[in-house]
């Protein structure tokens, strides 16, 4: 089965946009599974692809998600707490597969759960029930030869990140791994805090622009509308994270599919 279908996928789906004279964006979101359960996620998941998100980051808890904030760390510990599985996290991932055909799944951990579960065998594994990417983001691409060369052999993508603090150089270095998309954390620090959509992170997209062609996902503070107006054009994805859990357990599965409607029409 060939997955190499990422940036095509994101291609198509904004042309469509365009040619319906919607908000030339998509949107990607993020949730821990496991948290507050699987049948929680199972209900949050049909409300987002009812929505219309059309890219979607199931992260696999580990205990030192060292790039989530408090809120999603706390989410990552409490479903651990209750016994996660790897393996009974993938086989959920190839159900979402399953159920919701016309989103692209990727799945989002950090290098200890690859190491402990098998790093060819995961990659082997997120392959075959359908991923289209991995977001690994504590294992830097200079030391990820040989899974990066295990996923071009499974036609999975490996993710790479942009961060501010990067240099040219190192943007151009990292560009050129480039696969499916590439993610650029919209400022330094965890995910959750707020981030001012300003003049400093438009320069910042500039120097990720001029460093890749592959398409590009911002994340890390996007919550509101303004937040997914200011990226048009600039992006073409915006990541939602830890605004959408906020709503989950506030309001219920419902309430955040209707939240990621209003993102696109506010």
Not at 8 to 17: C, D, K, N, S, V
């Amino acid at each position: 089965m060939s997955h190499t279908t990422l940036e095509p996928f994101i291609r198509q789906r904004l042309a469509r946009r365009t040619a319906d004279g919607q908000l030339p964006i998509l949107l990607m979101s993020h949730l821990v599974l496991g948290y507050p359960s699987l049948d929680e996620n199972r209900r949050v998941i049909d409300a987002m692809a009812a929505a219309g998100v059309e890219l979607m980051e199931l992260q696999i808890p580990f205990s030192e998600p060292i790039a989530d904030g408090p809120v999603i760390a706390r989410a990552n510990q409490a479903a651990l707490d209750q016994g996660f599985q790897v393996a009974e996290g993938l086989a959920f991932a190839a159900e979402c597969v399953q159920r919701h055909p016309d989103v692209a799944f990727l799945i989002m951990t950090y290098g200890n759960i690859l190491m402990a579960y098998g790093v060819e065998r995961f990659i082997r594994r997120a392959a075959e029930l359908g991923a289209r990417g991995l977001i690994i983001p504590d294992w830097p691409p200079q030391e990820a030869a040989e899974p990066m060369a295990w996923c071009r052999l499974e036609s999975l993508d490996w993710i790479q990140l942009f961060t501010p603090t990067s240099t040219d150089e190192r943007l151009n270095q990292i560009g050129q791994w480039a696969a499916g998309l590439c993610y650029c954390v919209a400022r330094k620090g965890v995910t959750g805090t707020r981030t001012d959509f300003n003049s400093a992170l438009n320069h910042f997209l500039g120097r990720c622009r001029m460093a890749t062609t592959a398409p590009l996902a911002v994340g890390f503070g996007v919550r509101t509308p303004e937040d997914v107006r200011s990226l048009t054009g600039q992006a073409e994805i915006a990541v939602v994270g830890t605004a959408a859990l906020e709503i989950h357990l506030q309001d219920g599965a419902e309430a955040v599919g209707d939240f990621f409607k209003g993102l696109r029409s506010g």
